[in-house]
């Protein structure tokens, strides 16, 4: 099936491979085993159930594992999921590769990369310019490689650049509305504000949370590394303070996740277009998948909702 597992529709019948995302271990009311499997392509992600699960199941199907999978999809509790009838792990004659089943960002790397240091050559305030110019420049590789989450937006292979590129697009777009805006300082904070995920996960490829990930948290772990990147360059003065509080207030509230709400007016505005990129990101590609004329499957981080795609929306 070409169209990929995500299109998949209810009903259909399916034999593709697909690369095992994430897997954990359950027991029923009844105690027999099984696993839970999120099966991803390059279209997305889908979750399926091992019933009756053996223990050499639990050996070979393990993240990152590429498996060939017959099966039927149904829907469940508004979520498309798979009925695994049989499955297999797959071998050197079966000519798969992991890259054949990553989604990627709609953008290259290097046109991405060119995009954000064109913002940051048209920033005036020398402080903020090398401070994010060297915190970029050490985190490069990861930054253009790492998804910006685990789930819910951007997850995807250099998801994480993208998300940064479309906000930087969009900021530039406010800010010829609101030319009193200190555009240096709000391009700085996109750049900034989800980079110290790069340390917080583990990588391009079924990232999870490292231990310092964890424990700190993306928020801290830049907070920190500007405080310390302001060291080593010998700049002082309140744009290290300022750049730090649009790090720690992007969340918007304590119960998303900041410190620190916004008390600075680009902070206020960094927060509603990260917000912004986020859900509209979550939107597209949810309507992607869904027919004109019917409904998306519930949306979790948009408070469990099902959006309309209206018929006449090709």
């Known amino acids: 099936m070409s169209k990929g597992i995500t299109f998949a529709d209810v009903g259909e019948q399916v034999e593709q491979y697909l690369l095992i995302k994430n897997v954990t271990k359950g027991t029923t009311n009844t105690g027999k085993p099984f696993l839970t499997l999120i099966l991803q392509d390059k279209s997305g992600e889908i979750e399926a159930k091992l019933w009756d699960a053996s223990e050499e199941d639990e050996a070979s199907f393990l993240q990152q594992t590429i498996v060939k999978i017959l099966g039927d999809i149904h829907s469940y509790r508004g979520k498309n999921q798979l009925k695994i009838r049989k499955i297999r792990t797959t071998t050197d004659q079966d000519h798969v590769s992991i890259a054949d089943f ?14 954000i240091t064109q913002y940051i050559f048209e920033m005036k305030n020398p402080n903020i310019q090398r401070i994010t110019r060297h915190l970029l420049k050490k985190h490069q590789q ?43 300082l709000l391009y700085a904070g996109i750049i900034l504000h989800d980079l110290g995920k790069t340390t917080e996960l583990s990588g391009a490829i079924s990232p999870s949370y490292t231990t310092t990930g964890q424990l700190l948290g993306h928020i801290t772990i830049m907070v920190n590394e500007i405080g310390q990147a302001a060291e080593e360059l010998g ?24 410190p620190k709400p916004p008390m600075i007016r680009e902070a206020e505005l960094l927060h509603y277009i990260d917000n912004i990129d986020a859900k509209m990101n979550m939107l597209d590609r949810a309507l992607e998948r869904t027919k004109p004329g019917e409904f998306t499957e519930r ?6 909702r099902s959006f309309y795609k209206p018929a006449f929306i090709k």
């Open 102 to 115: 990553l989604e990627t960002a709609p953008l290259q790397q290097d046109e991405m990369i060119s995009k």
């Open 142 to 184: 990861s930054f253009l490689e790492f998804p910006a989450a685990t789930k819910n937006h951007h997850e995807f292979v250099s998801g994480l650049a993208f998300h940064v590129v479309s906000m930087l697009d969009l900021a530039k777009s406010l800010s010829a509305l609101y030319p009193s805006l200190d555009t240096d």
């Open 299 to 304: 949306i979790f981080p948009l408070e469990n």
């Open 235 to 258: 700049i002082e003065g309140e744009e290290v303070t300022v750049l730090q509080h649009m790090v720690l207030s992007h969340h918007g509230k304590a119960e998303w996740g900041s």
